[in-house]
């Protein structure tokens, strides 16, 4: 997956810099904003969409369903809507497991 971590460093982002952390079209995050009730990026005065550490979040969730799990958008929505929080604690497991192997990697590599 594209997105780490340590991207999330700023108070707010714009559609722009969320669309190049998960290498996709920022047409795609306003879809998935009319899509899925848990993003709701604030708007400008001017109407731009500000995304915070936890709408990237929250979209991170919705990557993980549909692009790397293949969900469709319904199958997600139901998975958001009836299992999120248990969704959201494999996802943190998941990443856990993805550092502690990248580490590994990197370990062995060095050793030979």
Same mark, same amino acid.
């Given at each position: 997956?594209?997105?780490?971590?340590?991207?999330?460093?700023?108070?707010?982002?714009?559609?722009?810099?969320?669309?190049?952390?998960?290498?996709?079209?920022? !047409?795609?995050?306003?879809?998935?904003?009319?899509?899925?009730?848990?993003?709701?990026?604030?708007? !400008? /005065? /001017?109407?731009? #969409?500000?995304?915070?550490?936890?709408?990237?979040?929250?979209? #991170?969730?919705?990557?993980?369903?549909?692009?790397?799990?293949?969900?469709?958008?319904?199958?997600?929505?139901?998975?958001?809507?009836? /299992?999120?929080?248990?969704?959201?604690?494999?996802?943190?497991?998941?990443? !856990?497991?993805?550092?502690? #192997?990248?580490?590994?990697?990197?370990? /062995?590599?060095?050793?030979?």
């Amino acid at each position: 997956m594209p997105f780490k971590e340590k991207d999330i460093e700023k108070q707010y982002y714009s559609i722009g810099e969320v669309a190049a952390m998960f290498e996709v079209a920022p !047409s795609l995050i306003r879809f998935w904003e009319t899509e899925f009730e848990v993003l709701k990026p604030k708007k !400008s /005065k /001017k109407g731009n #969409r500000l995304f915070t550490p936890k709408d990237i979040e929250n979209l #991170r969730i919705v990557y993980h369903l549909v692009k790397e799990r293949g969900f469709t958008i319904q199958g997600a929505r139901e998975v958001l809507k009836n /299992k999120g929080v248990q969704t959201r604690d494999k996802y943190e497991i998941i990443q !856990s497991l993805e550092k502690v #192997r990248d580490f590994l990697t990197h370990i /062995k590599n060095q050793l030979g």
